[in-house]
């Protein structure tokens, strides 16, 4: 073989990238020093050679692999701390998501089970709305996960919330009720503080509109802002389609469970009003997944 043939011969080896190549020639041609420089050679010497200049190329092109290798460590180095402290916001986010959930199960049972259900539903919703729905361009994989993250937290706020209201078996008052929607802007402040906190951290952010948003209905007639349409967050307009329908399909201190096509036909008569239409269509494609969820977690009921 001749030079090109011994590169051709590393090339389809690929072992190319682990070697520095350095061609030696008497040719004094532009195109066949382009030819080795594109085939992976990293230098052209021509003869005859001068010793002194060759151990001088070879010393240069040395400490230039030394330097691309520290680098490399480096990199790998800076991407294990980076690994490393990423872990750790996580498992700093999800103590602080259990802890808070904890919270609120010691003084609503029923959150328990309900924060399991509608973070697993929530999921799957946002799943197919990427796959399906005209929604699928404002979705990624990371917001999903942040969604499915924070909405345990969708009620947090009802720590803040007096027990005779909160366990009160049968229906609220008037004013009770108006005690009772202040939930949502008690979980507003409590991750408010987060915000500034962290910034524009997304994970907070989510968290934040999901908490603000899941009791705006689709026509305006919601709370607490009276938002309207695309004003409602997508997470928020999600939220409030899979926590109607648990409440719906579950037995609560103040009423008795619906089944699971009673719960879905109300769910389709408020779409439009309540719900975004292309949530709803989206929820009832995962119908058979819902089921699932509902069961899987019954076992705790």
Same mark, same amino acid.
């Given at each position: ?87 750790? +916001? !996580? ?5 602080? &998501? #259990?802890?808070?959930?904890? =919270?609120?199960?010691? %003084? ?125 967050? +997508? !997470? ?5 389609? &899979? #926590?109607?329908?648990?409440? =719906?399909?579950?037995? %609560? ?49």
């Amino acid at each position: 073989l001749d030079g090109f043939g011994v590169l051709d011969y590393l090339n389809a080896k690929k072992m190319c990238k682990d070697l520095t190549t350095i061609i030696l020639t008497n040719v004094d041609e532009v195109e066949t020093e382009i030819r080795g420089l594109e085939s992976g050679a990293v230098d052209y010497i021509r003869k005859p050679l001068n010793s002194d200049s060759l151990l001088k190329r070879v010393q240069v092109h040395t400490r230039l692999i030394r330097a691309q290798r520290e680098i490399i460590k480096h990199n790998e180095l800076l991407e294990h701390r980076v690994r490393e402290r990423t872990a750790q +916001l !996580e498992l700093s986010r999800n103590i602080m &998501v #259990d802890a808070l959930i904890g =919270l609120l199960e010691m %003084r609503d049972a029923e959150s328990s089970n309900h924060c399991r259900r509608t973070q697993w539903m929530i999921r799957a919703l946002g799943y197919e709305l990427m796959r399906n729905s005209e929604y699928g361009d404002q979705i990624d994989e990371e917001w999903i996960n942040y969604v499915f993250k924070t909405a345990p937290l969708h009620d947090v706020g009802k720590v803040g919330i007096l027990d005779y209201i909160l366990r009160k078996p049968g229906k609220l008052t008037v004013d009770e009720f108006e005690v009772m929607k202040t939930h949502v802007q008690i979980g507003v402040d409590a991750l408010h503080k987060s915000l500034k906190q962290y910034g524009s951290e997304r994970f907070v952010q989510v968290g934040l509109q999901l908490i603000r948003d899941h009791h705006e209905h689709f026509d305006g007639h919601g709370y607490p802002y009276g938002r309207s349409g695309q004003d409602i967050s +997508l !997470e928020g307009r999600m939220m409030a389609v &899979v #926590d109607v329908y648990d409440a =719906l399909a579950h037995e %609560r201190i103040y009423k008795k469970a619906l089944s699971h096509q009673e719960a879905l036909k109300i769910i389709k008569e408020e779409s439009g009003k309540h719900f975004d239409p292309v949530v709803v269509n989206a929820f009832i494609n995962i119908e058979d997944e819902i089921i699932k969820i509902t069961e899987k977690f019954k076992v705790f009921d």
